[in-house]
């Protein structure tokens, strides 16, 4: 069991039936009630964020997930499909399960799936991911004035905002949490 003194940022607890990630938390003391803990916590199921007060002292049972690390093969007709690396099964999920990840897939690229009472609810791709840019305006001399950048398309079809120096057909790497640009791969 979770007491709510052992809550950490990130960490996974059942709540009403479902998993749930911690967001963020404060333990609060009202002046003669007892204490209590301020929680936001991500429902990893349906992605919903939520917010409780929770009695301080409460505890709650660990939701039981189960992490496989899968190969991302293909899309095909509005799912995606990846093979469990030890048993070679492939699982497929829809585009709504998947969200804008699907914008960072590649095909080969591994990931870890995370399952709930034998149903796949969350995929985390790498933090880093490297695409080739599909398309994007060329950069013009005294371009960089602005200190700002230009949109490139990359080759999942995902967009990001890149420096005026990046052109078609370079390698770039991509932070998949945030979508920005990082650097240009040699």
Same mark, same amino acid.
């Given at each position: ?6 809550? =950490? ?7 009403? @039936? ?6 963020? &938390? ?17 429902? /990893? =199921? ?10 301080? @002292?409460?505890? &709650?049972?660990?939701? @039981? ?14 799912? +995606? +499909? ?5 048993? &070679? ?24 799936? /995370?399952? +709930? ?43 990001? =905002? ?18 920005? +640009?990082?650097? =240009?791969?040699?």
């Amino acid at each position: 069991m979770i007491a709510t003194a052992d809550f =950490r940022k990130g960490m996974k607890i059942e709540f009403k @039936g479902d998993p749930y990630e911690i967001i963020e &938390f404060q333990h609060v003391k009202m002046g003669r009630g007892g204490a209590n803990v301020k929680t936001k916590m991500k429902n /990893l =199921r349906t992605g919903s964020v939520i917010e409780e007060t929770i009695r301080s @002292g409460e505890k &709650f049972p660990p939701p @039981g997930l189960e992490e496989k690390k899968m190969q991302y093969l293909y899309a095909q007709d509005g799912h +995606y +499909y990846f093979m469990d690396q030890e048993t &070679f099964e492939q699982v497929p999920l829809d585009a709504e399960q998947l969200g804008d990840l699907r914008l960072f897939l590649k095909e080969n690229t591994e990931v870890k799936i /995370l399952y +709930y009472k034998g149903e796949a609810i969350n995929v985390e791709l790498p933090t880093f991911i490297e695409l080739v840019v599909a398309k994007t305006d060329p950069g013009f001399k005294g371009d960089t004035a602005s200190g700002g950048g230009k949109p490139a398309t990359l080759e999942t079809g995902a967009v990001v =905002r890149v420096p005026f120096h990046i052109n078609e057909g370079d390698t770039i790497k991509v932070d998949t949490r945030t979508s920005e +640009y990082i650097e =240009r791969v040699k």
